[in-house]
């Protein structure tokens, strides 16, 4: 006796329809027309795929709009006014608006999640405590990666990197930075590189967020990289220079990023939003172009960033809907392109936090069901999915919309009740 059978289920790059059998929170078998017993759900065709990764977002600091002040849209006004805000944060408050967040991005399909934290004297361990109990409590829906990091700068910020150390003691998974707001951008690539060797923790950097090409930081972090042997647990986000390389320059940077197995995170949302705000004309986008560096055989993913705050003022968490925005930006219409933007929120963004990502015999059923015919059609209409499991338990469930013609009783609305996804 089967726990649950998914029929006709499609999945990505799959011509047939197949049957996907659970047993005690695992797929025990994936056949077309499946003969067994146990309750079973038709999907008459959906896509099935293992979920959507979200690489990059700040929890600690979403939904702060009701309390930002005044601020002019620039970069550095928005750290000016979360700096502000941010020393009235308590656990509390970060966990809750981190709750909401998280709930949000649950419905929208999102299972595993890289989430950065500041960590300095001004917030102390407040938001690191409040996400890491956040991790815990949501374990049931999502696996969540804490990545701690100095906004506001490590060498010109005494007491940030003994926090760090704390933060990493007591069970954060990785170490970010964010070099262009340090004094000295090299010497805190150089302390962030010796930190993460001494805790063995993977790097995930904030970078280059300007538009001018004739300097950064990404070439010392490749040099670092390669002579710490951390190859492969990179990440390098924003990236935003890398809009403005010709496409000589781009492809040597590519090999390099290749070479040196380093991963990028694309954040259109906020590079948009924030990128050329000096200029009143001819506006730069201002987002790095990954589906080129992806050709190149870069690591890529597209990311959420910030919801609701002064970096980014919009947001509902959708990964699909991110997808979209980005292929609107890089003008990007053709099918294996917009198939290319659904793997850089599914699986090439799995391979960016070390997570398996597969819909297989032996695998646990995390897994979300999404009413479209394939991955392209998914990005081009925006699709929502319309159930998730973790371990072969439901955890969220969005009816399809329906229709009521002049014909239909409003009564027999009001009477009725919205059907389960499948019976138990």
Known sequence: MLDLILRKVRLADQEALVDIAIRDGVIVDIVPNLVADGPSYDLDGNLVCPGFVETHIHLDKACLMDRSGDHDGTLASAIMAVAKAKAAFTEDDVYNRGRKTIEK?????????????????????????????????????????????????????????????????????????????????????DRLFKLAVDFDVDLDFHLDFDLEPSWNHLDEVVRKTVAHGWQGRVTVGHVTKLSMLPPAELQAMAKRLVDADIAVTVLPSTDLFLMGRGQHYAVPRGVAPAYLLAEQGVRCSISTNNVLNPFTPYGDCSL????????????????????????????????????????????????????????????????????????????????????????????????????????R
């Open 105 to 189: 991005a649950i419905v929208q399909g999102t299972n595993t999640m890289r989430t950065h934290v500041e960590t300095d004297p001004r917030v102390d361990l407040r938001s690191f405590n409040a996400i890491r109990q956040l991790k815990k409590d949501y374990a049931w829906a999502l696996d969540l990666q804490i990545c701690v990091f100095p906004q506001e700068g490590l060498t010109n910020d005494p007491g940030t990197e003994d926090l760090l150390r704390q933060a990493l003691d007591q069970g954060a998974d990785l170490l970010g930075g964010c070099p262009y707001t340090d004094r000295d951008p090299l010497a805190q690539i």
């Open 320 to 423: 699909v809907r991110m997808a979209n925005l980005y292929a609107n930006i890089a003008q990007i219409g053709d099918m294996p392109g917009l198939s290319t933007c659904f793997d850089m929120v599914t699986e090439a963004a799995a391979r960016i936090v070390g997570r398996d990502h597969a819909i297989g015999i032996g695998v646990p059923a995390t897994l979300i069901a999404l009413p479209a015919a394939d991955k392209a059609k998914v990005v081009a209409e925006i699709t929502r999915p319309s159930f998730g499991m973790k371990n072969g338990r439901m955890t969220f469930h969005q009816p399809a919309a329906e229709l009521y013609g002049p014909n239909h009783s409003d009564a027999e609305f009001i009477a009725g009740s919205l059907p389960p996804p499948f019976a």
